[in-house]
């Protein structure tokens, strides 16, 4: 696993992979108080075989990293559910009482069922694998060598090595602490880092912001604090997202709904109507079946799951499937610059001393604090690269980045030291026999320097070129005083070129084509910043803000917010507040990050994107993790959600007004005393040709709209009076043809017309929905009326499904009822588009 490093200007970035702790047997530092003695720390770790004792007894970490349901849980939610119950129990009743076309519902919901089961089964393969790939490993120590292990394998007594960003996975005791600081605040909510100790307990969930360290393994497993709670979020799910939970209050009105119009119906054909018993029981049957939409679960199911297995090809692990739904109703993107915008990756173009500075020894210091991280981060790496002689001088102390300070540093004893070429042409000190002692600090230099310091009018003209610019400065005093960086002495400027990723320019246009506003959140320099932004054409690049300015008022807050694009200098705590700021304007907001600094943004963001070699942090609490680490893949995880949210929207409105004609129809035969029209073959035929087949093609096909709230009420704003008009054609066709015809073979002549009605009305329906049309689009209509037309002209398929047009008055005066109806709907859907908006 690759690990991350916070920048010293604010960004967090890419660094190499973590080396193994210092020995503990080494000779202590005095100037690290909070490292305990030789004789408490635990150099090696537990030995090969204390950890095969411990697997022995049990003592293993043996929470799943992801808990995905089961081949026998996904079966069992897909068969077992309330309406297949009823659904079972009617087709049981026909296959006894009519022939088997009349029984062809049954083997519908069995093939439904069998997709739904396939599909999800796919999406816990393709979520499982790359939870896999995506898994965070922590470096253990065992038998004195540290390696990465998973975090199943971890035992009791097990020694983990800590860095910035990385996750603490179970319960313990700090047993390592260099400059150790731990955010707990997603377990108890307290924003303040807390600085860890010898012997101070840490717990899992929470995640290291600054220094490193090792802590011993005390509660493993489900005895760990944050254990339950981590495998209760990482389940794979498919609720708590809109779609699903709208789409349940409309199965639980049409189980209201249906109940007693199914009783009515039942008394109706079977005690009032004295006809054949079980013609009887088919046409009960018939008008029940219809009222229920069981398709819509399963086609939103299936949405949901090839969504996921789409983005799984495209390395995008979406740890929360309504995650993928959230996403589709976006309106603000925030973005962190690096490992978003930038690769990285950074080089040293130039290195400009100050004051008098001698060059020489400029690079004697960069050499050294080159050398002093065994972590460095992007920046320094570059520098390293740049100065790879460290000078041969001895660290005495550090001071690790953090992203409030802005800065790092580091104290070292130069030995005999020579001319030091300082400007203050000296030493901050002796020790030992002509010894010399320096600190420095290199950070960002508008938070080193004071407000007016000439410098900073010559680094803003290298930000403006979207250069990246550090400051090195000696530092005056301790640096584990609470102001190390007061009255530091400027020494050299450090400029860094960024290299650009090649796909951000076209994924940034991308957003803006959608209408998704951009912001780019970073701890950079505003300036640097927006000339990055301005090189990869984002709209207002020119708008920047320092956020030392923003104001703190939430509603001045949200102003800036929505009238600049790009922020500079930002906290962590001022990416939540600019996150929870953005939503209390309504918007919905997705946040991007990779670094332990974006953490609480991304916890509070309605979604959280990370990159995959970000901190282990980051990527527990993202419910969208880019395994590939590409901002690019970030549009097709928008597509996808749009695609799934507008398409169900779509088809929910075909299985509505099927549902709400059924039960209207249902109620008029009651009212009316008259046999009920239809039997199931009919409404079999109608439901797979105007609503399963397209329904399905229409699910799946690309949408581009952004997800609207309220999805009950814009569902049922269109199906309610497309019902209400279907049924009314319908049934007065019926009564027309029971007028018109009479004597043998008279039911089912007027079944045949209502049929023809029907028919007609719910494929102006369905062209309706299928708008804006598209070739294919078309094409599918017309299929679907052509294969009507097939059953209405080839005499075994008029026999089989018991449709016969007799004469030519009456299915002209259906066809003539049909076009009036269409009239209605056209007028119907277009005055409610202008009273309440699409």
Known sequence: MTQRALDSSGEQTPGPPRPAMIDAGAELDPVHPMRPPPSARHSGGLTTAEVAERVARGEVNDVPVRSSRSLTEIVRANVFTRFNLIIGVLWVIMLFVAPIQDSLFGFVIVANTGIGIVQEWRAKKTLDSLAVIGEAKPTVRRDGTAAEISTSEIVLGDLIELGPGDKVVVDGTVAEADSLEIDESLLTGEADPVIKRYGDPVMSGSFVVAGGGAFTATKVGREAYAAQLAEEASRFTLVHSELRSGISTILKYVTWMMVPTAIGLIISQLVVKDNNFKESVARTVGGIVPMIPEGLVLLTSVAFAI??????RKQCLVQELPAIEGLARVDVVCLDKTGTLTEGGMDVTEVRPLNGSDEAYVSRVLGALGASDPRPNASLKAIADA??????WAVTDTLPFSSARKYSGAAFDEGDGGDTGSPDGGSDGTGGSGSRQSAWLLGAPDVLLPDQDPTL??????NEQGLRVLLLARASGALDGPGAGDGAVPTALVVLEQRLRPDAAETLAYFADQRVATKVISGDNAVSVGAVAGKLGLAGAENTMDARRMPTDPDAMATAMEENAVFGRVTPQQKRDMVAALQSRGH??????????????????????????????TRAVAQIVLLNNSFATLPSVVAEGRRVIGNITRVATLFLTKTVYSVLLAVLVVCFQVEYPFLPRHLTLLSTLTIGVPAFFLALAPNKERAQPHFVRRVMRYAIPSGVIAAAATFVTYLLARHHYSGAGALDAETSAA????????????????RPYTWWRVCLVAAMGLGFLIVLVVPWLQNFFALKLVGTTMPWAAVGIAAAAAVALEFVWRWVGRRFGA
């Not at 100065?387 to 041969?392: Q, R, V």
């Not at 946040?591 to 901190?615: E, F, Q, R, Y």
């Open 588 to 617: 919905t907001v997705a946040m991007t990050g990779d670094g332990v600094n974006d953490v609480l943004a991304l916890k509070d963001a309605d979604i959280g994107v990370s990159m995959g070699s970000g901190s282990e942090a």
């Open 307 to 312: 969504g996921v297995v789409r983005l799984g």
């Open 755 to 770: 049929t023809l009605t029907l028919f007609l009305v719910s494929m102006w329906v369905l062209a309706i929905i299928a």
């Open 387 to 392: 100065y790879p002689d460290g000078g041969g």
């Open 457 to 462: 009018a010559e680094i803003e003209q290298l």
